[in-house]
């Protein structure tokens, strides 16, 4: 749970670059990683359904980052929120929840690090 890549995106677009893909619960979740311009940062989600976080009341706060690594960083201590866009249900989408996990699956992981740099 947690698994994750980062990918291009199909779109190949300056606004949609790239898809963080996230494995949880026998399922991938693509969240896109947008990129604006205007600001020079990225964020995660459609811009419909963001990967904001909430507040008290309605309120949300949309995070930016300023690299990919930062979005990988953060949320690997706070938990990522998985939308299943199949599904409308609010209740069933706030309980998929999960921090990024980094997993090496080259097939030579079990070598000394020193020797997988080259």
């Known amino acids: 749970e947690g698994a994750f890549l980062v990918r291009d995106c199909s779109k190949n677009t300056t606004y949609e670059p790239l898809v963080l893909a996230v494995f949880y619960d026998k399922r991938v979740f693509n969240i896109q990683i947008r990129f604006s311009d205007e600001t020079g940062k990225f964020t995660l989600g459609t811009g419909l359904r963001t990967n904001d976080l909430r507040l008290a009341g309605d309120h949300r706060l949309t995070i930016r980052f300023d690299s990919v690594t930062d979005i990988v ?42 020797l997988r740099d080259v």
């Open 73 to 114: 960083k953060f949320h690997s201590i706070f938990p990522i929120v998985l939308v299943d866009g199949r599904k409308s249900s609010t209740a069933a989408n706030q309980r998929r929840q999960c921090v990024l996990i980094a997993v090496d699956i080259r097939a030579n992981a079990d070598e000394p690090q020193h």
